[in-house]
């Protein structure tokens, strides 16, 4: 009998790492801007971008911090501790199949299967039902954290089709 449970407790463990991969710091990335980028950076690779909100003090975290954006489907959002700080890239939104990709080809277009064969099964994987939208249908999330812990990556999808991209 122990050894049956030892068995089972080991595949248990087993299953748990292969299962759930942390994904490469270097993968949390679209179009090649990365957290912690400042504007500079990234009007090198773009060119300017659209101000949607100027740097200023955000009183609800504490922070600064502005918007910025290329058209109206990648939205960057840039943060600093104080007015005389440089905004770093925090946050980066992308909404439609623009260019923008993480390093390994997945973008806005690219089916859930193939997701989940580039990062594996994700660290969340959950429906927003409280949030339905087009035909009724409830969006899914598939969440992955890097291997650092810090960053997330959030894939969300629609009828088995990733609609957005979220890099934080």
Same mark, same amino acid.
Request: neutral net charge.
């Given at each position: 009998? &122990?050894k +049956?449970? #030892? ?13 759930l991969?942390a =994904?490469? #710091?270097d993968?949390a990335a679209?179009g ?12 090198s690779?773009y060119?300017?971008?659209?101000v949607l ?5 955000n !009183?609800r975290e504490?922070?600064?911090?502005s918007? #910025?954006?290329?058209? +109206?489907?990648v %939205? ?6 104080s007015?005389?700080?440089?905004p +770093?890239?925090?946050?980066? =939104? ?8 993480t390093p390994?080809?997945?973008h806005v277009?690219? $089916? &859930?299967a193939?997701?989940?064969? %580039?990062?594996g099964q994700p660290?969340?994987d959950?429906?927003? !039902?409280? /949030?339905?939208?087009? !035909?009724? /249908?409830?969006?899914?999330?598939l969440m ?6 810090r960053? !997330?990556?959030?894939f969300?999808?629609q009828?088995g089709?990733? $609609?957005?991209?979220r =890099?934080?």
């Open positions: 009998m &122990k +049956k449970i #030892l068995l089972m407790m080991a595949a248990a463990l087993c299953a748990g790492e292969i299962s991969a =994904v490469p #710091l993968s679209l090649g801007i990365t957290s912690g980028m400042t504007q500079e950076d990234i009007e690779i060119g300017p971008a659209d909100i100027p740097y200023e003090a !009183r504490g922070g600064y911090v918007k #910025l954006g290329y058209g +109206k489907t %939205v960057i959002w840039m943060g600093g501790a007015a005389s700080s440089t +770093k890239v925090e946050i980066i =939104v992308v909404s439609a199949n623009n260019g923008f990709a390994e080809g997945i277009g690219s $089916t &859930k193939e997701v989940i064969q %580039v990062y660290d969340f959950y429906s927003n !039902r409280g /949030n339905t939208i087009a !035909r009724g /249908n409830s969006p899914q999330t992955y954290k890097t291997t650092e812990g960053h !997330r990556m959030a969300m999808v009828n089709i990733v $609609t957005e991209i =890099v934080s």
